[in-house]
């Protein structure tokens, strides 16, 4: 069924489904446990591997700056777990190289939309700059000297509440234009700007739903990246496969070919 506009039509979901969608995840999980927990293992190693080389060469402010904005292209590297959500939907096998080697992900559209997020993560971090410079007359070279600023100074009170507010409006508008578009340019043969249309009427149909969505998503990411991208290993395909899940539920499908 197409809206009137030639989009898919949305459901109406409960406020509560974010949390089918884990169980249902974690059941997926449990089916193709060695493919996924790879791809989060290789996810993990290559974040504590950045991280460190950035420590080991007294750039630590980029590593927290590279961790924060790692929301704004979750969704792209989450693509391999979008197809083995697919592939676990319609009873096919799951293998990690299907998982890796995407022609999907490798379309003109899916790099309109990875361009989009770089280009939101980059204006991210010139806000961020703007807010730091504007709180501070110092430049704080070491994470030390910044976590003693930010939370010991009423400056740094000040940064970290503007920032807040500045950053969430940033991510949650990522949130939106990203939770429903980059799965449905795997699974359709929809255009950028279809998938992104798609993907804000998903959101604004269920707001109370998305925005539940939208929490649970960032505690666990806080988490996985709390205990040093180890967690990332579990958390991370999780929560692409219920992303997947996420996305069969709100865009109503194409009836089958007879």
């Known amino acids: 069924m197409e809206s009137s506009g030639g989009l898919p039509a949305i459901n109406r979901i409960s406020v509560w489904a974010p949390f089918g969608w884990l169980a249902g995840a974690l059941r997926d999980l449990?089916?193709?446990?060695?493919?996924?927990?790879?791809?989060?293992?290789?996810?993990?190693?290559?974040?504590?591997g950045l991280c460190y080389a950035l420590y080991a060469s007294n750039l630590a402010l980029w590593g927290l700056a590279?961790?924060?904005?790692?929301?704004?292209?979750?969704?792209?590297?989450?693509?391999?777990?979008?197809?083995?959500?697919?592939?676990?939907?319609?009873?096919?096998?799951?293998?990690l190289k299907d998982m890796l080697f995407l022609r999907s992900?490798?379309?003109?559209?899916?790099?309109?939309?990875?361009?989009?997020?770089?280009?939101?993560?980059?204006?991210?971090?010139?806000?961020?700059?703007?807010?730091?410079?504007?709180?501070?007359?110092?430049?704080?070279?070491?994470?030390?000297?910044?976590?003693?600023?930010?939370?010991?100074?009423?400056?740094?009170h000040h940064?970290?509440?503007?920032?807040?507010?500045?950053?969430g409006a940033i991510a949650f508008f990522t949130y939106t234009l990203v939770v429903v578009s980059a799965p449905m340019l795997?699974?359709?043969?929809?255009n950028v700007f279809a998938a992104t249309a798609t993907s804000f009427r998903a959101v604004s149909d269920n707001m109370a739903p998305m925005i539940l969505w939208a929490v649970l998503i960032a505690v666990l990411m806080v988490f996985a990246v709390a205990t040093g991208f180890i967690g990332m290993i579990i958390v991370f395909p999780w929560l692409g496969l219920?992303?997947?899940r996420a996305y069969r539920a709100l865009v109503q499908q194409r009836p089958a070919a007879a």
């Open 66 to 95: 590279l961790t924060l904005g790692f929301v704004f292209v979750a969704p792209m590297l989450a693509m391999g777990l979008y197809e083995a959500g697919r592939r676990l939907e319609q009873g096919q096998p799951v293998r």
């Open 242 to 244: 219920a992303s997947w």
């Open 30 to 48: 449990g089916r193709a446990w060695v493919p996924c927990l790879a791809y989060g293992l290789g996810l993990a190693l290559v974040s504590i």
């Open 186 to 190: 795997l699974d359709r043969e929809a």
């Open 159 to 167: 940064m970290l509440t503007v920032g807040s507010l500045v950053g």
């Open 105 to 156: 992900a490798f379309r003109q559209d899916t790099a309109y939309l990875g361009l989009a997020l770089l280009l939101i993560y980059l204006l991210w971090g010139r806000f961020a700059q703007i807010v730091y410079g504007l709180s501070t007359f110092r430049i704080h070279r070491t994470l030390t000297d910044f976590f003693d600023f930010a939370v010991n100074t009423s400056d740094g």
